[in-house]
């Protein structure tokens, strides 16, 4: 008799545990698709394994990752799935709301393919970009990207910069062996010269986390670079984002730049109905949104030269009020190689975000590290370890600096200029590339990551120059003609030369002749 009752109340609480569960699902399925991501990401953050005093050991992790942004998530995924234990400390998990860091370009998604990440662009809407159209003074020319000897699925992707965040936070969760949580790093644990975790707050309590490697990926805002790095931050200008609705592109599933004046302006679709447009505003300082003089400017000085499809839902966007800014930043990389610590993402290098080359540098860079990182057993000897990652910094640069090269000098070409030189330079890039063949398809495979060969970049970057200095001439040269030719190429050393010079001419086109180049895998 008495196993029977004892029975019944097993099973009455086994019945009751169903029910209450069954219950909670129903509730859970009803919430919005952004805070389920969300609370996904910050129950896989309750897995973490946290001694009383709130130490994290290092016997429990392999790698420490600060930021959970694009490049952070990649890492913290790739390094996952390649059996380290991660522990990732992001300051917000929340899905973020940006601007910026909406375009990835081919070049990148075949990163993301070779990383296993192709999948979070599924889902959230993301559109697909097959090229660029250029409109310059009524006139306009597409450009498409070189994709003839790739898989079809292979193209640009643009989306909600937040999705596509959330979907591989989601990602690195899944696995057993990540660990996700909401914090913000403080500083750098160092003993003797060695980075040996990081110190950080979380739920209002001042934590340390401890791990072989740290890596940093804490974006353009970091402040854990300057112990890391020689940081020279340049802000050549802002972006004044707008969403359009309601209306469609004058080339589907094209990046849309405008050469306009004061410079260049952006479109392209982020999700089925709507279209960002990013305004870039020279210099630091833009016209106050709160007083009305940006609604202003946009009206009066960019709307007349944006392409007629787009007029009326650009004065739309501007009268909803939804205007944001961003500055643009460019940082060449400079690190200070440092015995447990990497930096990597923005945090380790930016560019002019013109040409959406930030991702792809991001990613390429994590495909490097993980080929570097693989072959090792254990990550413990930190002095080893960090005279190994040196070849890093070598093997990264093909890709990274045609980017980085690329999108500074195109930006200095785009933008309008009183000087008649600067006025040639303009008008002969956008001819040259308007040639089609080899003469827009070169340039436009090494803005796509297709072809990250800096000797390319710069054959195609005079060719420019010399083809404006041939319009000059034709059919007849004069003193006058002469001399802005001298002054367009003089303009146009300039311009792309200072930037080799901040890449570093011996890694970008002799990387062979770096000694870090051949370094080994320590033995373990």
Known sequence: MNEYIFGGIIGALLGFFLLYGLSLLTKNKNKKKKNESSIHIQNECNKS????????????????????????????????KDGRRVRVIERDLEEPDRIVGELLQPGGYLKLVELGLADCVEKIDAQRVLGYALFKDGKDTKLAYPLEK???DVAGRSFHN???????????????????EQGTVTSLLEENGIVKGVLYKANGEEQ?????????????FSNLRRSLCSPKVDVPSCFVGLILENCQLPYPN?????????SPILFYPISSSEIRCLVDVP????????????????????????PHELYDSFLAAIEKGSIRTMPNRSMPAAPHPTPGALLMGDAFNMRHPLTGGGMTVALSDIVVLQNLIKPLRNLHDASALCKYLESFYTL???VAS??????????????????QARKEMRQACFDYLSLGGVCSSGPVALLSGLNPRPLSLVCHFFAVAIYGVGRLLLPFPSPKRLWIGAKLISGASGIIFPIIKAEGVRQMFFPATVPAYYRVPPVN
């Open 150 to 152: 790739f898989h079809s």
């Open 208 to 220: 340390t986390a401890y791990a072989p490697l740290t890596i940093v990926c804490d974006g353009c």
């Open 402 to 419: 045609t980017i980085n090269t690329l999108a500074g000098a195109l930006y200095k070409v785009f933008c309008a200029s009183s000087d």
């Open 396 to 398: 990264r640069k093909p």
């Open 254 to 262: 094209h990046g849309h730049v405008v050469l306009g004046d004061p």
């Open 283 to 306: 210099g630091q300082k833009v016209p106050s949104i709160s007083n009305g003089e940006m609604a202003n400017y946009l009206k009066t000085v960019v709307a007349p030269q944006i």
């Open 49 to 80: 394994s946290v001694v009383d005093n709130g130490d994290v050991q290092s016997s429990d992790i392999d790698v420490i990752v600060v930021g959970a942004g694009v490049a952070g998530a990649a890492l913290a995924y790739t390094l996952g």
């Open 162 to 180: 937040g999705r596509f965040i959330q979907r591989m936070r989601e990602k690195a969760a899944s696995l057993p062996n990540v660990r996700l």
